[in-house]
């Protein structure tokens, strides 16, 4: 019914940039937040950044300004730039929405994620 797909990921070298996008379809009644985690072998899935229907930003404090959350509210479609990458940044993105597709109450959707590996 709902269905998020990741892309844009990659390699990419530290220092380098890289953008990732989520698109959401279905039959979405309304938008609570999009947002992104990752995960690594060993360790927990973590949050990257979040964004709220009402544009509130929030991120990991990994992130260190490093990221930026946005979202395209006509494309249904949110997206993670991500500046002066680390090797430490390496893990599989999970894309994370919140939708209201029946009734009042927002329910949790996720994306099969995407790999980022930055190395030289």
């Known amino acids: 019914q709902v269905q998020l797909v990741e892309s844009g990921g990659g390699l990419v070298q530290p220092g380098g940039s890289l953008r990732l996008s989520c698109a959401a379809s279905?039959?979405?009644?309304?938008?609570?937040?999009m947002g992104w985690y990752r995960q690594v072998p060993g360790k927990e899935r973590e949050l990257v950044a979040v964004?709220?229907?009402?544009?509130?930003?929030n991120y990991g404090d990994f992130v260190k300004g490093r990221f930026t959350i946005s979202r395209d509210n006509a494309k249904n479609t949110q997206y993670l730039e991500m500046n002066s990458l680390k090797p430490e940044d390496t893990a599989v993105y999970y894309c994370?929405?919140?939708?209201?597709?029946?009734?009042?109450?927002?329910?949790?959707?996720w994306g099969p994620g995407t790999s980022v590996t930055v190395s030289s």
């Open positions: 964004i709220t229907s009402g544009g509130g930003t």
């Open positions: 279905g039959s979405i009644v309304s938008f609570d937040a």
């Open positions: 994370n929405a919140k939708f209201v597709v029946r009734g009042i109450v927002p329910m949790t959707f």
